[in-house]
T-cell receptor, first 115, second 109 residues
Framework: AAGVIQSPRHLIKEKRETATLKCYPI?????VYWYQQGPGQDPQFLIS???????DKGSIPDRFSAQQFSDYHSELNMSSLELGDSALYFC??????????????FGPGTRLTVT | GQQLNQSPQSMFIQEGEDVSMNCTSS?????WLWYKQDPGEGPVLLIA?????ELTSNGRLTAQFGITRKDSFLNISASIPSDVGIYFC?????????FGQGTTLQVKP
């Protein structure tokens, strides 16, 4: 079965640079979520989109922005990168935001290293 | 904010033993999910629970949604080496997931 695709898998950037992470949800899934996971931490919710509209917002820095496109893929744009932004970034997708489709399926993640 | 307390934090067991871990919340959740994460990989959904009192199995895994809707447990029977990893509970107060701190499981062959 098709899974969530994330690219790139690894990214190395310098401080103050910009990074763009991409997420391709499972086919037919219309909701995308972004999470950040630091070393030894649990995933922390950043932002989500349902049918191309922002549906919920968590602890996402103002330096980050995201959007969902007409083909349902999503991009997380990160500017003025800081050392503390180094983490695993996961995208998850689900079908709808209510009912049995609360099940979120995670991608393999993008490991961002800021030097 | 809402928090999930997951315990134990880590477990080191012998192959073949049964394992139990649980999660509690300060507020009511409508959904409980259990994930397993290998190092550097994304969490993999193991079991989803939707009704208070629900008991669901997935192979050697069994999970229950507590009657109070504030807790859930996961049992793994007859553990094998590939069960090694970090197990997270997660709950849905809204669309986003809130995760527990994780239980790191190590299995000695």
């Amino acid at each position: 079965a098709a899974g969530v695709i994330q690219s790139p898998r690894h990214l190395i950037k310098e401080k103050r640079e910009t990074a763009t992470l991409k997420c391709y949800p499972i086919p037919r899934h219309d909701t995308v979520y972004w999470y950040q996971q630091g070393p030894g931490q649990d995933p922390q919710f950043l932002i989500s989109f349902y049918e191309k509209m922002q549906s919920d917002k968590g602890s996402i820095p103002d330096r980050f922005s995201a959007q969902q496109f007409s083909d349902y893929h999503s991009e997380l744009n990160m500017s003025s990168l800081e050392l503390g932004d180094s983490a695993l970034y996961f995208c998850a997708s689900s079908l709808g935001v209510k009912g049995p489709s609360y099940e979120q399926y995670f991608g393999p993640g993008t490991r961002l290293t800021v030097t | 904010g809402q928090q999930l307390n997951q315990s134990p934090q880590s477990m080191f067991i012998q192959e073949g033993e049964d394992v139990s871990m649980n999660c509690t919340s300060s507020s009511i959740f409508n959904t409980w999910l259990w994930y397993k994460q290998d190092p550097g990989e994304g969490p993999v959904l193991l079991i989803a629970l939707y009704k208070a009192g629900e008991l669901t199995s997935n192979g050697r895994l069994t999970a229950q949604f507590g009657i109070t809707r504030k807790d859930s447990f996961l049992n793994i029977s007859a553990s094998i080496p590939s069960d090694v990893g970090i197990y997270f509970c997660a709950g849905h107060p809204t669309g986003k997931l809130i995760f527990g701190q994780g239980t790191t499981l190590q299995v000695k062959p």
